[in-house]
């Protein structure tokens, strides 16, 4: 089986610059996407749960259609998914031979889309 991938993406140019965490959740499929204000992940950090994106986006860097900012990439590799529910997902995301576990859990108190993110919390197991 093919090894998934992943991409941060640094979306600037804009008035809210951001990070968007991007990964395939089964090959050749969208991206799932998530709105982070920081990367790495380093204490539990609110994030935006975005559509899907196109795969273009697992390589490419340049301005956004619409005049809606330029991306450019801080980190790529491959992403294997430990826990993947409605609720909660636990990724382990691997790049340049450096692994970081990164744990999303759905906050259905705050609303639709919101979710908040752990880094390196092992509680999946």
């Known amino acids: 089986m093919d090894a998934l991938r992943y991409v941060i993406l640094r979306h600037e140019n804009i008035d809210a610059p951001h990070f968007d965490l991007m990964f395939e959740t ?11 204000d920081i990367w790495p992940i380093d204490r539990p950090t609110p994030l935006l749960r975005l559509g899907d994106h196109r795969r273009d986006y697992l390589t490419y ?5 619409g005049d809606r900012g330029s991306v450019r990439q801080v980190e790529s590799g491959e ?6 529910s409605d609720e909660k997902l636990v990724l ?16 259905a108190s705050r609303g639709e889309g919101h979710w908040t993110a752990t880094d390196g919390d092992d509680s999946y197991r």
């Not at 089964?26 to 982070?36: D, E, K, N, Q, Y």
């Not at 992403?79 to 993947?84: I, L, N, P």
């Not at 382990?92 to 906050?107: H, K, N, P, S």
Request: hydrophobic letters at 35%.
């Open 92 to 107: 382990e995301l691997t790049a340049e031979g450096i692994t970081r576990i990164v744990e999303l859990r759905r906050e």
């Open 26 to 36: 089964v090959p050749g499929s969208l991206l799932s996407t998530w709105r982070s």
């Open 79 to 84: 992403v294997k998914h430990r826990v993947y």
């Open 61 to 65: 860097e340049g301005p956004v259609s």
